[in-house]
């Protein structure tokens, strides 16, 4: 499966606990976003990585959320201390080098729910 | 004013029917335009890209764009049942540096 890979697909996490959701880009992408959907609300962009670096932060709220695309593995999306407003589904989006094309290709996303 | 609107719907059409999807930005630097599908539960799955004025066909699926009117559309032909989903207009806006502005999102049903 050539696409792009998220996991865990669900997950679920008690108030005060970590979630770690991990995406692995399409082969031949370099580029990776990461996207919160709200239920009953619209995409949200929140960060955007190329490897070790984080180009653009601006959708992440300025606490407990991180994010990170190392050399090698997958980009991880960390969320500590969750909160029962962190339920959302959570998606990984893959694009080529820049100036081929701007087109992203989303991952099966991770549910995630605070209980 | 919302940066990407829709209308939420629920857009009902017949099978073999024409399904038209609009949407409209505020953006007026915006270069790039895509349209998403997205089934209920499920991850968004690219249909169209569109980046100049006019029309884009690609088999059942034509996207149209007017950036004087800030105006994006997606024609469906021949609808079928599987093509109900929610279809998402998105935009990477002036200087947006690939982080996509999403629509809220136009439900569609086709009816058999």
């Known amino acids: 499966n050539a696409g792009v890979m998220q996991n865990p697909r669900h997950l679920v996490r008690r108030r005060g606990q970590e979630a770690r959701l991990r995406c692995s880009p399409m082969?031949?992408?370099?580029?990776v976003y990461w996207y919160r959907q709200l239920p009953e609300e619209g995409l949200k962009f929140m960060v955007y990585l190329q490897k070790e670096n984080i180009i653009d932060e601006s959708g992440m709220p300025k606490e407990r959320f991180s994010a990170e695309f190392p050399k090698e593995g997958p980009s991880i999306l960390r969320i500590q201390q969750v909160v029962r407003g962190d339920s959302a589904a959570y998606f990984c989006?893959?694009?080529?080098?820049?100036?081929?094309?701007?087109?992203?290709?989303f991952g099966p996303g991770t549910r995630l729910t605070v209980l | 004013q919302k940066e990407v609107e829709q209308n939420s719907g629920p857009l009902s059409v017949p099978e073999g029917a024409i399904a038209s999807l609009n949407c409209t930005y505020s953006?007026?630097?915006?270069?790039?335009f895509f349209w998403y599908r997205q089934y209920s539960g499920k991850s968004p799955e690219l249909i169209m890209s569109i980046y100049s004025n006019g029309d884009k066909e690609d088999g059942r699926f034509t996207a149209q764009l007017n950036k004087a009117s800030q105006y994006v559309s997606l024609l469906i032909r021949d609808s079928q049942p599987s093509d109900s989903a929610t279809y998402l207009c998105?935009?990477?806006?002036?200087?947006?540096?690939?982080?996509?502005?999403f629509g809220t999102g136009t439900q569609l049903k086709v009816e058999l």
């Open positions: 953006d007026r630097g915006s270069q790039s």
């Open positions: 082969k031949g992408h370099s580029h």
């Open positions: 998105a935009l990477n806006p002036t200087g947006g540096g690939n982080k996509l502005t």
């Open positions: 989006a893959s694009s080529p080098l820049p100036g081929d094309t701007d087109t992203q290709y």
